[in-house]
């Protein structure tokens, strides 16, 4: 007979393991520290707003402390830090005192004892004024302590925090992990869960709107569920979620979240009443942006404390800051929020009046939230399929509605793979190098289309990486219950080609996908465009002919906003990268000279891994992170390179080294200026030897 193991006794955890859903992969990257592994690295926790990373600490904290023969975990809130030392003030010099704090694992090591450090809401180092640089003095304890630490904190404050607005102190000793929004099914069981354990009426469909309107946000999820619990409501119909929600935002625990952000960040009322109102309207604008000297004269601040408001909300993620306008956070909740506050705080409205028209239109944009978010799941996730593109070649029915419609045409699935197999007019699909929504290249799409059903794929069609060989695929589902007509496929090709002309795509393939294919007048209508057209049964059979999910270019699985890629060294290749690279800046919104300067910086990047190389795979790993305000690239190689001391003096090291004679060798013979042309080229840039090569990481900034 099994045994059940006995249940483990939370001491810091606020809800049950059993009911932390989707966060077990971080959890074992952080318990993973207690063995003390030789050459093993600190973890930086980069968290979105309210996405429970300080849960996923005391989590964290209680599986360390009930591991048998496990480190100990020791659990720092900066915040009581910052408070602890202000009182010890009087006692002593301030440096010494927080340092003194920050040795306490260490100490503790002396002594025997094995510890993992969890030092949380690091962002709000930033914010401390003093003798100390709280952030670096953290940064720098968690190098030099000798004990595995994991640090946490607001992913657009955390890294500003420790470096303390100057070079980095050493931060390549950490991992960096990200803390995002829960994925849609671990939030639907988070929703299940919590609702199961407080004894709470849940339906399947109010279960989804739930995820939708909180846009899988562990922490409001949960505190939605608390309150209804508390006030014994029922979530099994649309009209009591949605009372609930309004209840939320008219003063509840979502609001008070809220309320405390805004008033730390504006501790004015007056002020805050201004802010209020000036994100309200900025919200309203169709680009969702509003100069800056706008908000600095409204607000009528200085030009300090200005940039503090501006930073406080940046931070949070309710406006990015963009140095020369800003713009109101996108969330859904957040908006909802901040349109009850402007007409209850600004326009000073009936608060009853305020609580029937928000539970009205919120109602009435239900059945809207799921029927898009439902159709987004039975998408045919074409940039998918795009990715995949890898100079395969395949039968030309498969991209011809009209063809595979007369050949295949009830025909079984037996005798329609015999037929594909057994085609000669074959078509060479491109090489794939990277691709995104067609939104994030012309945002004009995403008023008629999903980000889901429409991509854009930037690849070349020949091995040669060159201008000749470039080629972007455009690719649109439309949705027809039946075949779709000539008048539709018309509408949606010269959609496709606007996205072309605005976006400067000179050769463009297009591509129209169906469910139920096209008529005959539409797939002429094709043949005379020179486009694709392609039913579901098509796109599944062409999926079954790609090999796995291996495209040259990916996005990152931690965040939206972060590429990876990997080239052969030589033959041109860095063209490949200099075309990746662009459309990214251009996605950006840098200018033209901006975008000039990284290409040829990255060039030069990918030039001089090629030529002083030892590398055994003979590859350039690229890494491309798009931030708010700004582009960060990383290029490394695996094997011995460059001297490290040639970066900080150009070709002069190396020429020394070869007693003063240049050589086709020599980066001076050929190349010996490229990384001081980087240097000129990119804002920051950091070059340095790692355990398996090395590493160089450009940044450039958007100004604008």
Not at 10 to 16: L, S, Y
Not at 96 to 107: D, H, K, T, Y
Not at 383 to 403: C, K, T, V, W
Request: some cysteine; proline content about 4%; charged content about 25%.
């Amino acid at each position: 007979m099994a045994v059940k193991s006995p249940k483990v006794k939370r001491i810091m955890g606020r809800i049950a393991p059993e009911n932390f859903v989707g966060r077990g992969e971080l959890l074992r990257q952080i318990t993973g520290l207690a063995p003390h592994r030789a050459g093993q690295r600190n973890i930086l926790l980069l968290a979105a707003p309210q996405a429970g990373v300080s849960e996923l600490l005391r989590q964290a904290f209680d599986e360390l402390f009930t591991q048998r023969g496990g480190a100990s975990p020791v659990y720092f809130w900066v915040e009581r830090l910052i408070e602890s030392s202000e009182r010890a003030l009087a006692d002593g010099d301030e440096g010494s005192f927080v340092r003194f704090c920050l040795s306490a694992p260490q100490q503790a090591a002396a002594g025997g004892a094995r510890c993992v450090l969890l030092l949380d809401d690091v962002h709000l180092a930033e914010h401390l004024t003093g003798a100390v640089e709280l952030g670096r003095e953290v940064a720098h304890a968690a190098e030099s302590n000798g004990v595995p630490v994991v640090l946490a904190g607001l992913r657009r404050g955390l890294l500003g925090a420790l470096n303390g607005g100057a070079e980095g102190p050493g931060l390549d000793g950490f991992r960096q992990l990200h803390v995002e929004n829960l994925q849609q099914s671990e939030a639907r069981r988070l929703v299940e869960s919590l609702a199961f354990e407080y004894g709470i009426p849940l339906s399947d469909e109010t279960r989804d709107l739930v995820v939708q309107q909180f846009e899988s946000n562990p922490s409001f999820i949960a505190s939605l569920m608390q309150s209804a619990r508390a006030g014994g409501v029922a979530l099994d119909n649309f009209r009591e979620f949605q009372s609930l929600y309004v209840d939320e935002l008219m003063g509840g625990r979502i609001s008070r979240r809220f309320d405390a952000v805004l008033e730390e960040v504006v501790p004015s009322t007056a002020a805050r009443r201004s802010l209020l109102r000036l994100l309200h309207e900025s919200a309203l604008n169709v680009s969702g942006k509003s100069p800056v000297e706008v908000w600095l004269k409204r607000l009528s601040l200085s030009a300090a404390e200005f940039e503090r408001v501006m930073r406080g909300l940046h931070t949070h993620e309710l406006a990015s800051f963009q140095g020369t306008f800003v713009e109101t956070g996108p969330g859904l909740l957040w908006r909802d929020f901040l349109r009850v506050c402007y007409r209850l705080q600004v326009a000073v409205e009936p608060r009853a009046l305020v609580v029937a028209n928000t539970l009205v239109e919120t109602l009435k944009r239900a059945p809207q939230t799921l029927a898009r978010h439902y159709r987004r799941e039975a998408a045919l996730k074409l940039r998918g399929m795009m990715e995949r593109f890898n100079f395969q070649r395949i039968p030309a029915s498969l991209l011809h509605y009209d063809r595979f419609s007369r050949l295949y045409r009830g025909v079984t699935p037996e005798e329609t793979a015999a037929g594909l197999e057994a085609e000669t007019e074959l078509v060479r699909l491109p090489q794939i190098v990277h691709a995104a929504s067609c939104a994030s290249f012309h945002p004009a799409m995403s008023q008629v289309c999903d980000d889901e059903r429409c991509a854009v794929a930037h690849g070349f069609d020949a091995a040669a990486y060159s201008d000749a060989n470039d080629v972007v695929w455009i690719a649109a589902e439309i949705e027809s219950k039946l075949e779709a007509g000539r008048a539709l496929t018309e509408v949606w090709l010269d959609r496709l080609s606007q996205v072309a002309h605005a976006c400067g795509f000179s050769r463009a393939r297009l591509w129209l996908v169906t469910s139920e294919g096209f008529t005959p007048d539409a797939s002429e209508l094709l043949d005379e465009r020179e486009a694709f057209g392609s039913s579901r049964r098509q796109l599944e059979l062409l999926a079954a002919r790609l090999g796995p999910e291996s495209g040259v270019v990916r996005e990152a699985e931690t965040t939206a906003n972060e590429f990876a890629m990997e080239i052969p060294m030589g033959d041109d290749t860095e063209l490949i990268a200099a075309n990746t690279v662009e459309q990214l800046a251009r996605r950006m919104d840098f200018g033209p000279e901006a975008i000039t300067q990284i290409k040829h910086a990255l060039v030069e990047a990918c030039i001089n891994a090629t030529e002083h190389s030892l590398s055994p795979d003979r590859k350039i790993y690229q890494r491309f992170r798009l931030e708010d305000d700004k582009l960060v690239i990383t290029v490394s190689s695996r094997g011995l390179s460059i001297p490290t001391n040639l970066f900080e003096n150009g070709a002069t090291a190396l020429a020394e080294q070869n007693n003063g004679h240049d050589s086709a060798e020599s980066p001076k013979g050929r190349r010996g200026w490229g990384l001081k042309l980087i240097r000129t080229l990119m804002d920051d840039v950091e070059f340095e030897p790692v355990e398996d090569g090395t590493r160089l990481r450009m940044t450039k900034y958007l100004r604008k």
